[in-house]
């Protein structure tokens, strides 16, 4: 499982947003994959059963706050944790831009895009046909790439329509 936590803990965080958040998904998945160890089927594809579960997690603890919403941070406990953050440019500009997708939108993304997952693999860890993976891959390059020109009116009435 060594070998994949750069890519879980790069998921992760693209998922949540959040560095705690993401070292708490990644430590979830982890413990769930060693929990349940033995349901893994030996010669299938590792990376792609941890990504499974990682998903499941996320989609299950999004549901979860949607019926229990917590209070939001006060605005000077938002700004002290915008102050930590480093400044980096175009790649802040792309995690912002991805932040704006359709969830299911942005998980499509960062699985073939950033994780190089295969349709196939994307289809599977998703638990949706792979037709849907090429459809929302299309829409979601095509909002990021109206985002990322500027044009989030747009990106913004296309995801209305």
Same mark, same amino acid.
Do not use: C
């Given at each position: 499982?060594?070998?994949? #936590?750069?890519? =879980? %803990?790069?998921?992760?965080?693209?998922? !949540?947003?959040?560095?705690?958040?993401?070292?708490?998904?990644?430590? $979830? !998945?982890?413990?769930?994959?060693?929990?349940?160890?033995?349901?893994?089927? /030996?010669?299938?594809?590792?990376?792609?059963?941890?990504? !499974?579960?990682?998903?499941?997690?996320?989609?299950?603890?999004? %549901?979860?706050?949607?019926?229990?919403?917590?209070?939001?941070? +006060?605005?000077? +406990?938002?700004?002290?944790?915008?102050?930590?953050?480093?400044?980096?440019?175009? =790649? %802040? $500009?792309?995690?912002?831009?991805?932040? %704006?997708?359709?969830? $299911? /939108? @942005?998980?499509?993304? =960062?699985?073939?895009?950033?994780? /190089?997952?295969?349709?196939?693999?994307?289809? /599977?860890? =998703?638990?949706?046909?792979?037709?849907?993976?090429?459809?929302? #891959?299309?829409?979601?390059?095509?909002?990021?790439?109206?985002?990322?020109?500027?044009?989030? @009116?747009?990106?913004?009435?296309?995801?209305?329509?």
């Amino acid at each position: 499982m060594t070998p994949h #936590l750069p890519r =879980l %803990r790069r998921y992760a965080r693209a998922l !949540t947003g959040e560095r705690s958040a993401a070292d708490d998904l990644v430590q $979830d !998945t982890l413990e769930r994959a060693l929990s349940r160890f033995h349901l893994w089927r /030996q010669g299938s594809d590792l990376r792609a059963w941890l990504f !499974t579960i990682m998903h499941n997690i996320y989609v299950n603890q999004t %549901r979860s706050r949607i019926r229990h919403p917590q209070e939001p941070l +006060d605005e000077s +406990d938002a700004n002290e944790l915008r102050s930590r953050e480093p400044d980096w440019g175009e =790649l %802040r $500009d792309i995690d912002e831009a991805l932040a %704006r997708l359709p969830g $299911d /939108q @942005r998980s499509v993304v =960062l699985l073939v895009g950033v994780e /190089q997952f295969t349709y196939e693999e994307a289809a /599977q860890v =998703l638990d949706i046909p792979i037709g849907t993976v090429m459809s929302r #891959l299309s829409r979601g390059r095509e909002r990021l790439r109206l985002l990322l020109n500027g044009d989030s @009116r747009t990106a913004t009435l296309k995801v209305v329509k």
